[in-house]
């Protein structure tokens, strides 16, 4: 299957980052005159990611002129004849995997009915102070791809993994 790399970012990811690679994407997908639902599709799960990345990643750094730590890893936007994929890879603290991969299965268990229930039910629940969102990131990328998260967990030492995170959308 042949693929096309249409982004391909490694580093720190801070909020100027962010909006660089964001406007990146859009003007990559809007060239390729898709229907606008994909290419909203692709770029809103790209964000998504990114974010993950940006405020989840067990990597850090911190940015001298604002003093922020942000997180550090990489996204990969890649194009097949069916699909795209969006692809992140992050450090993340061992002790985190379990729940983070029953989450991710948990996801992958329910339909479209249930991710929009479960989503209804995130938005409902009280902010943990210090936490970034309302732990809705995954479901909603789940909601707009149509597909399962693809996930994986390697090993790098005793106390942190790589997660490698990847989700599809269909080109039509």
């Not at 604002?66 to 450090?91: D, Q």
């Not at 948990?106 to 969102?133: F, H, T, V």
Request: net charge positive.
């Amino acid at each position: 299957m042949k693929r096309e790399i249409l982004l391909k970012f490694e580093g720190a990811i801070s909020q100027d980052t962010l909006v660089a690679l964001a406007e990146n994407v859009k003007n990559k997908l809007s060239q390729r005159g898709l229907n606008p639902v994909i290419i909203k599709k692709v770029f809103a799960i790209f964000i998504e990611l990114a974010q993950n990345v940006y405020h989840h990643s067990g990597e850090k750094t911190i940015f001298k002129k604002s003093g922020k730590r942000v997180g550090r890893g990489s996204i990969v936007i890649k194009e097949t004849a069916e699909f795209y994929l969006i692809e992140t890879k992050n450090l993340i603290e061992n002790n985190k995997i379990q729940s983070l991969g029953e989450h991710c299965d948990y996801i992958n268990s329910l339909d479209q009915e249930g991710l929009k229930q479960l989503y209804k039910e995130q938005l409902k629940k009280p902010r943990i102070p210090d936490k970034a969102g309302a732990g809705v990131g995954l479901i909603e990328t789940a909601r707009k791809s149509g597909y399962l998260l693809r996930y994986e967990f390697k090993p790098v030492n005793d106390l942190y993994s790589y997660f490698f995170l990847s989700v599809r959308v269909k080109k039509e």
